[in-house]
C-alpha cells in the first residue's frame, strides 16, 4: 500500500467517523434538545464540544435525557433533585461559579429551589 493510499483511507475513515457521530447525536431521542427544547440551548458546537445553555424556572422538572461526559458549569446558586437510571432521587446544592465534571448520564433533573437554575454545560464527542 502507497503511502498516498493509506492517508487518504485514514481521512476518509475519520469523515465516516464524524459523520456516524453526528447521526448518531440528531437521532438520539434522549438528547436533551429533543426532550426539553424550552429549557436547553445550544450555545456553541463544534466537531469536539457541544455547550449548552440550561435554564429551568423554579418548580420545573426536566424529563428524562442523556448527557455524555461533561463539564457544568454553575451560573447561579441552585437546589436540584436529580433522579439519574436506577439509582434513588438525590438533593443537591451548587452554588454559583462551581464547576462539576460528570461521566454519561441519563436523569431527570427538578428544580427545587426558589432560583432558576442557570448552567453552561460543556458535553464532549466522541
Given amino acids: 500500500m502507497t503511502r498516498k493510499t493509506l492517508v487518504l483511507t485514514a481521512i476518509g ?61 454553575y451560573l447561579a446558586s441552585q437546589d436540584t433533585r436529580i433522579t439519574v437510571d436506577g439509582r434513588a432521587p438525590q438533593v443537591s446544592h451548587r452554588e454559583a461559579g462551581s464547576f462539576v465534571w460528570s461521566d454519561a448520564v441519563i436523569h431527570t433533573v427538578e428544580n427545587v429551589g426558589s432560583t432558576e437554575m442557570h448552567v453552561l454545560r460543556i458535553e464532549l464527542k466522541r
Fill in 13 to 73: 475513515a475519520v469523515v465516516v467517523g464524524v459523520a456516524l457521530s453526528a447521526v448518531r447525536q440528531t437521532d438520539d431521542t434522549l438528547d436533551p434538545i429533543r426532550v426539553a427544547p424550552d429549557s436547553h440551548k445550544v450555545a456553541f458546537e463544534n466537531m469536539f464540544v457541544r455547550v449548552l445553555e440550561v435554564r429551568v424556572r423554579p418548580g420545573s422538572v426536566e424529563p428524562r435525557h442523556r448527557h455524555p461526559h461533561g463539564l457544568s458549569v
